[in-house]
């Protein structure tokens, strides 16, 4: 089993910044390629950026493109999500997911574990 726990939600105004993290525990040895969804009220959950083992490769959806920055600190087993230029369309609970091997990485049935949840509010 592994866990997620989500951490620096938010309310910010908009073009401020956030950092997300989510740090893993249990049995994380396999699961190794992280990634970030989030869902707002009456919308589907969306894949919005993903980091591969490695952590030389990452993925980001074309609405976070050039805003969001996903990186990994190992020793510490925590993915942060860096979000920059927020526009109150990002407004969503943010989801952190963790898999063994990604192919498609905003495909929620490619992670097999997920945390609660961390909601960020972004005010006009």
């Known amino acids: 089993q592994v866990q997620l726990v989500e951490s620096g939600g938010d309310s910010v105004q908009a073009g401020g910044s956030l950092k997300l993290s989510c740090t893993a525990s249990?049995?994380?040895?396999?699961?190794?390629?992280m990634g970030w969804f989030r869902q707002a009220p009456g919308k589907a959950r969306e894949g919005v950026a993903a980091i591969y083992a490695g952590g030389l490769s990452t993925y980001y959806s074309d609405s976070v493109k050039g805003r969001f920055t996903i990186s990994r600190d190992i020793a510490k087993k925590t993915v942060h999500l860096q979000m920059n230029m927020l526009k109150p369309e990002d407004t969503a609970t943010y989801y952190c997911?963790?898999?063994?091997?990604?192919?498609?990485?905003?495909?929620?049935?490619?992670?097999?574990?997920w945390g609660q949840g961390t909601q960020v509010t972004v005010s006009s």
């Open positions: 997911a963790a898999g063994a091997y990604i192919a498609v990485p905003d495909l929620e049935s490619e992670y097999s574990y």
């Open positions: 249990g049995d994380t040895a396999r699961m190794k390629e």
